[in-house]
């Protein structure tokens, strides 16, 4: 078997593009957005809340908790979401670490 893309980066290069792919979707943003505000699980009103078809808000959902970066429970018949407070921070530590590396120095560009 070749050589894969992504074999030709570090493997912390690989695990901070997946977090970030993860969070590239505005809608993904505002689900977070809407989660990290409300501060509880929040069951089945982001359809509402956002103004998505509830297919395309399941499946951002599905794209989040396969991240880790949120946790569903089962509540009768609903699903419940909050974030996962240990990735977040995970997330948080990474992105942090990435931006922070830049330093600017006068003269460039």
Same mark, same amino acid.
């Given at each position: 078997?070749?050589?894969?893309?992504?074999?030709?980066?570090?493997?912390? #290069?690989?695990?901070?593009?997946?977090?970030?792919?993860?969070?590239?979707?505005? &809608?993904?943003?505002? *689900?977070? /957005? +809407? $989660?990290?505000?409300? #501060?509880?699980?929040?069951?089945?009103?982001?359809?509402?809340?956002?103004?998505? &078809?509830?297919?395309? *808000?399941? /499946? +951002? $959902?599905?794209?989040?908790?396969?991240?880790?970066?949120?946790?569903?429970?089962?509540?009768?018949?609903?699903?419940?979401?909050? *974030?996962?407070?240990?990735?977040?921070?995970?997330?948080?530590?990474?992105?942090?670490?990435?931006?922070?590396?830049?330093?600017?120095?006068?003269?460039?560009?």
């Amino acid at each position: 078997m070749g050589l894969t893309k992504t074999a030709i980066f570090t493997e912390r #290069q690989n695990k901070l593009a997946q977090m970030m792919k993860a969070l590239a979707h505005p &809608a993904r943003i505002a *689900i977070l /957005q +809407h $989660l990290v505000k409300a #501060q509880v699980c929040i069951c089945g009103d982001l359809v509402e809340e956002l103004g998505l &078809a509830q297919a395309t *808000i399941s /499946q +951002h $959902l599905k794209e989040l908790k396969n991240a880790g970066l949120i946790q569903g429970t089962i509540d009768g018949t609903s699903v419940c979401y909050c *974030i996962d407070p240990k990735v977040w921070n995970e997330y948080k530590v990474a992105i942090d670490a990435f931006f922070v590396s830049y330093v600017n120095k006068d003269g460039c560009c």
